[in-house]
T-cell receptor, first 114, second 112 residues
Framework: NAGVTQTPKFQVLKTGQSMTLQCAQDMNHNSMYWYRQDPGMGLRLIYYSASEGTTDKGEVPNGYNVSRLNKREFSLRLESAAPSQTSVYFC?????????????FGSGTRLTVV | LAKTTQPISMDSYEGQEVNITCSHNNIATNDYITWYQQFPSQGPRFIIQGYKTKVTNEVASLFIPADRKSSTLSLPRVSLSDTAVYYCLVHLPGGATNKLIFGTGTLLAVQP
């Protein structure tokens, strides 16, 4: 099925550990996004990539890095995890007239930093 | 960036029509209005999008007045499964260089 695939679905890290969240889309969309969502709050944009080879900061980029590996894949890296980064992370892609350029979201990665 | 304002929460009963209004006073001429639905532990899902007047699909209707400074998502005859958070966004179509900001959304609670 076409869509956005995120891995892993769950992860527990110790403070100071690093990890990379993977995201891939198969809809040939140009733009991809990483959001985080904390309990009872809306989504906050971390980084986005308007097209292959470009990335830009969102609202809350500190503590994160991203890589747009190719048109399909957009990864989010935590170099030194902190408890404040405990959150649910959503990847999204956007593009295509068939849905009026609306977002398609992945199912999320639930990250806990202890 | 166009900022949106929505009620934090709404309550309804099964079978009722629910209208959720979003204000976006700074909407730009070329901005579209899009609504998303989010269930717990899932990513948001596209519901409907419009530019002006009225748009209807199999899920909802979207009403946009002439000045486009607000929009209303209408859900006909809600069921328990419509309990979710609903987000309103305004943005340019096509291009992805603008940063799209989600607000806190409206939590709709449907009771039996």
């Amino acid at each position: 099925n076409a869509g956005v695939t995120q891995t892993p679905k769950f992860q527990v890290l110790k403070t100071g550990q690093s990890m990379t969240l993977q995201c891939a889309q198969d809809m040939n969309h140009n733009s991809m996004y990483w959001y985080r969502q904390d309990p009872g709050m809306g989504l906050r944009l971390i980084y986005y990539s308007a097209s292959e080879g470009t990335t830009d900061k969102g609202e809350v980029p500190n503590g994160y890095n991203v890589s747009r590996l190719n048109k399909r894949e957009f990864s989010l890296r935590l170099e030194s995890a902190a408890p404040s980064q405990t959150s649910v992370y959503f990847c999204a892609s956007r593009g295509g007239r068939e849905r009026n350029y609306g977002y398609t979201f992945g199912s999320g990665t639930r990250l806990t930093v202890v | 960036l166009a900022k949106t304002t929505q009620p934090i929460s709404m309550d309804s009963y099964e079978g009722q029509e629910v209208n959720i209004t979003c204000s976006h006073n700074n909407i730009a001429t070329n901005d579209y209005i899009t609504w998303y639905q989010q269930f717990p532990s899932q990513g948001p899902r596209f519901i409907i999008q419009g530019y002006k007047t009225k748009v209807t699909n199999e899920v909802a209707s979207l009403f946009i007045p002439a000045d486009r400074k607000s929009s209303t998502l209408s859900l006909p005859r809600v069921s328990l499964s419509d309990t979710a958070v609903y987000y309103c966004l305004v943005h340019l179509p096509g291009g992805a260089t603008n940063k799209l900001i989600f607000g806190t959304g409206t939590l709709l609670a449907v009771q039996p």
